[in-house]
């Protein structure tokens, strides 16, 4: 089986996106991992599949598989290389459009100066939502909010982590650090990750405060491992430090990839982030079926 596809990345992270709009490819979980895969397959962290209008008002449907195979909820940086990819491609000659991922319905904008702005939504506190399983732990007050302790499997890591847990349409457990660079994301992502507390696992995010408006973060995405840059995991870790009492509405995100700009006024309010969206190259690749 012969498919066309397109490499993207926003802020590094990197995306293999499908054009779906004249039919599905059907592809198994087997097949998106051949795909996401860097030494046998293009290599992406996550597969985006560009599919027709599901309803009136939305532009186009917009399906997220991680490398691993899994269909997952959203991707912020994704999303920016999403609108970028129908432009190019001609599907649309909107600069603004709405796409429907699988839970929820977003606001995508390609600004004059190339960066895109996604209208991220609301972030969700009900632990249920996230989901997450609070039973039977004690909420550790901060700023007028809250973390929640988690204990670790023992091993060389640290004993427990204190997360701050949101979801922005994908599940995040969000950790304050003194040094990003330093942080033991690898030893300790995973053990979040796969945390008994959160039912459908959780990405987990690393937040160094430099100031009000300016963080450093590192991010172990469910399904990916450590990804250059994460947008929902900056929408999420903004919205964090800001309900903990660390930071401004405004605050620029500093990942290994790039520069996010998320912007969240509290409340029932959305977050919108900002960033880059880039084309790396197109091809085609022979995959098994």
């Known amino acids: 089986m012969r498919i066309r596809f ?3 990345q926003g802020a590094g992270n990197d995306f293999v996106v499908l054009d779906e709009t004249r039919g599905r490819l059907g592809l198994s979980p087997a097949q998106y991992r051949g795909l996401a895969d860097r030494h046998f397959g293009v290599g992406a962290d996550q597969i985006l599949s560009v599919r027709p209008s599901p309803a009136p008002g939305i532009d186009f449907e917009y399906v997220i598989h991680n490398a691993d195979g899994n ?3 959203h991707c912020g940086n994704g999303a920016r290389c999403f609108v970028r990819y129908v432009r190019q491609r001609g599907l649309t000659d909107k600069s603004t459009i709405r796409v429907r991922t699988v839970n929820a319905d977003i606001e995508l904008t390609e ?16 632990e249920a939502r996230v989901p997450f399983d609070p039973a039977g732990l004690q ?3 901060q700023g ?3 973390t929640w302790r988690l204990a670790l499997a023992p091993g060389a890591g640290p004993a427990h982590a204190d997360v701050a847990v949101l979801s922005m349409g994908n599940p995040h457990a969000v950790q304050l650090v003194d040094d990003v660079d330093a942080a033991p994301v690898h030893a300790v992502g995973p053990l979040v990750e796969h945390h008994a507390r959160f039912p459908r696992r959780v990405n987990a995010g690393f937040l160094q405060v430099l100031d009000r408006g300016q963080v450093k973060l590192r991010v172990w995405e469910r ?11 900056a929408c999420a870790a903004v919205v964090a430090g800001i309900r903990l009492g660390l930071l401004d509405a405004r605050v620029d995100v500093h990942t290994r990839g790039g520069l996010l700009t998320i912007e969240w006024d509290g409340a029932a309010g959305p977050v919108r982030m900002t960033g880059p969206a880039a ?3 197109e091809g085609e690749i022979e995959i098994p079926t």
Not at 111 to 126: E, K
Not at 223 to 233: R, V
Request: glycine share 16%; hydrophobic share 35%.
């Open 139 to 141: 909420p550790q007050a």
């Open 279 to 281: 084309t790396v190259f």
């Open 111 to 126: 600004r004059p100066d190339g960066r895109v702005t996604v209208d991220m939504g609301p972030p969700v506190f009900d």
């Open 223 to 233: 399904g990916a491992g450590e990804t250059l840059a994460c947008g929902t995991g």
């Open 71 to 73: 269909e997952v909820e």
């Open 6 to 8: 397109t490499k993207m």
């Open 144 to 146: 007028g909010w809250h």
